[in-house]
């Protein structure tokens, strides 16, 4: 059984930093792609960036580019997302997820799901 386990969530103020886990249990690494998408209230789920398993290739929305870094963990299926220099509207659940096929970027082509981590950043 294929669990995501996100954490590292919590409040922050503007221009500071966070660090989300996500502990992967039950993959097989068919799926070599790991995403991170965010959600605020009453808005879609949004591409935030992705890494593939074993190049360690990135890719990253415009709006996070250059502020969050993702990353592989030595130990075995674990995603980081560094999130550098938040916003007030970086605020929104942080889910990881794996991708099935297709584009990275559209969360719809992702078939497992964490259970979120809350990124709250006050200005």
């Known amino acids: 059984q294929v669990q995501l386990v996100e954490s590292g969530g919590g409040l922050v103020q503007a221009g500071g930093s966070l660090r989300l886990s996500c502990a992967a249990s039950?993959?097989?690494?068919?799926?070599?792609?790991m995403g991170w998408f965010r959600q605020a209230p009453g808005k879609d789920r949004e591409f935030v960036a992705a890494?593939?398993?074993?190049?360690?290739?990135?890719y990253y929305a415009d709006s996070v580019k250059g502020r969050f870094t993702v990353s592989r963990g030595n130990a075995k299926n674990t995603v980081y997302l560094q999130l550098n220099n938040l916003k007030p509207e970086d605020t929104a659940v942080y889910y990881c997820a794996t991708l099935r096929e297709g584009s990275y970027y559209n969360p719809t082509n992702y078939n497992y799901w964490g259970q979120g981590t809350q990124v709250t950043v006050s200005s």
């Open positions: 039950g993959l097989t690494f068919s799926r070599p792609i």
């Open positions: 890494i593939t398993w074993y190049s360690m290739n990135t």
